[in-house]
């Protein structure tokens, strides 16, 4: 294990154990009393990484070597979709940080030191590992957004892709140039398109 070396005060009471907080981890540390003066409550310290690092309750001081951050399983994670070569890895683990927690993308960033939960670690550990053994993000979620509006899949349906909203772009223009009745969906996939049409254009037959 690598080697620091801080300064810090010491205090009558204080553990074996000494956690300083590092953005967004915590490293514990062993407390080495090196005293110039055993009577000074304020003695010189000196600290020596001796574990792994771990993480800590902000509030309570408490050492907890098993749950990880928000920030750091967002790093710890995108690395390893990235050595999979998953284009999409950050994003990716955005998304399963959302899904889980439950918390919008801005709620993510102002609390990316928030400790997580044992059944959070273990779900989004979970859906980290389909994601590696490459089924497709709609698939673990459950859902997929499509112009606007979230649509539930499973994986007996086939997912909407991005680049099909300008089928429904192509139609709004159509639709200003000329007055259309019916639009028929011919090799319905997952049906998305049919029921966007129907959505933003009610008064055609779909």
């Known amino acids: 294990n690598p080697t620091a070396l801080l300064l810090g005060t010491a ?10 907080w590092i953005q967004p981890v915590a490293i514990p540390m062993l407390v080495r009393y090196d005293s110039l003066n055993d009577s ?14 771990a993480f800590v309750d902000r509030e309570s001081w408490i050492v907890d070597s098993t749950r990880p951050t928000v920030a750091f399983w967002l790093q710890e994670n995108t690395a390893k979709l990235q050595n999979l070569a998953i284009e ?8 399963l940080l959302e899904f889980v927690l439950e918390k919008p993308r801005d709620w993510l960033f102002a609390h990316d030191d928030e400790l997580l939960t044992d059944s959070q670690s273990e779900r989004l550990d979970a859906c980290a590992k389909r994601r590696a053994d490459r089924i497709p993000l709609a698939y673990i979620t459950g859902s997929k957004e499509f112009y606007g509006r979230t649509f539930s899949v499973t994986e007996n349906t086939l997912i909407p892709r ?17 007055t259309i009745n019916t639009v028929i969906d011919v090799g319905t996939g997952s049906g998305i398109l049919a029921i966007t049409a129907k959505l933003e254009f009610p008064d055609i037959h779909v």
Do not use: Y
Not at 46 to 51: G, H, I, K, L, M
Not at 162 to 176: F, K, T, V
């Open 40 to 53: 000074n409550p304020a003695a010189v310290l000196a600290f020596e990484v001796v574990r792994q690092r």
């Open 88 to 95: 999409s890895a950050r994003l990716d683990c955005l998304l």
């Open 162 to 178: 991005p680049e099909s909203e300008a089928i429904i772009e192509m139609l709004r223009d159509i639709n200003i140039k000329t």
């Open 11 to 20: 205090h009558e009471g204080l553990s074996d154990f000494f956690t300083v």
